[in-house]
T-cell receptor, first 112, second 110 residues
Framework: GQQLNQSPQSMFIQEGEDVSMNCTSS?????WLWYKQEPGEGPVLLIA?????ELTSNGRLTAQFGITRKDSFLNISASIPSDVGIYFC????????????FGEGTQLTVNP | DTAVSQTPKYLVTQMGNDKSIKCEQN?????MYWYKQDSKKFLKIMFS???????INETVPNRFSPKSPDKAHLNLHINSLELGDSAVYFC?????????FGPGTRLLVL
């Protein structure tokens, strides 16, 4: 089955720093999604990417759909304490019946 | 204006019991899902329904039985609960590629 490798597993940064995380896959995807999960809550969609090479921003967040369709990255600029949470990438292959494959998550801690 | 809601939020029960988790979405989506998140936070799909029809059924013990009475609801019934069933269960829904998640049900089997 498809595997998604997400790195890093965890990050400890100071407020104001920029953050970068990425996901790589052994298979191609049609769609890449980035979610954030805060303690006690469900994953919340941050950015959706639908085309290879697409670069999309949402406030301080920027994500790209890799040209090979096997990778994606998420950048967070000027981090703030409320950025704390687990960030998940997820890939979707349309022929898989809307089956999302999730990365293992990146736990982000921001020190004020 | 809740989008995807689940009940209950917390569920503590004894081994061997039968329990149900309910999910409702008011987004008008056609497809609904159940995911399991383990203690390491890994999210794995269990089931998916499209217009009340089962389209994804991962390798899940048959003690787990989803039921979709209509497009807006997808419930999960679990028979003979085991310790290893302790996890957070998330419902999600989608119209196209993008899936929206509920707040989760934290199941603890003692």
């Amino acid at each position: 089955g498809q595997q998604l490798n997400q790195s890093p597993q965890s990050m400890f940064i100071q407020e104001g720093e920029d953050v970068s995380m990425n996901c790589t896959s052994s298979s191609i995807f049609n769609t890449w999604l980035w979610y954030k999960q805060e303690p006690g809550e469900g994953p919340v969609l941050l950015i959706a990417l639908y085309k290879a090479g697409e670069l999309t921003s949402n406030g301080r967040l920027t994500a790209q759909f890799g040209i090979t369709r096997k990778d994606s990255f998420l950048n967070i600029s000027a981090s703030i304490p409320s950025d704390v949470g687990i960030y998940f990438c997820a890939g979707l292959l349309l022929t898989s019946g809307s089956r999302l494959t999730f990365g293992e998550g990146t736990q982000l801690t921001v020190n004020p | 204006d809740t989008a995807v809601s689940q009940t209950p939020k917390y569920l503590v029960t004894q081994m061997g019991n039968d329990k149900s988790i309910k999910c409702e979405q008011n987004l008008g989506h056609d497809t609904m899902y159940w995911y399991k998140q383990d203690s390491k936070k890994f999210l794995k799909i269990m089931f998916s329904y499209n217009n009340k029809e089962l389209i994804i059924n991962e390798t899940v013990p048959n003690r787990f039985s989803p039921k979709s009475p209509d497009k807006a609801h997808l419930n999960l019934h679990i028979n003979s609960l085991e310790l290893g069933d302790s996890a957070v269960y998330f419902c999600a829904s989608s119209r196209y590629e993008t899936q929206y998640f509920g707040p989760g049900t934290r199941l603890l089997v003692l």
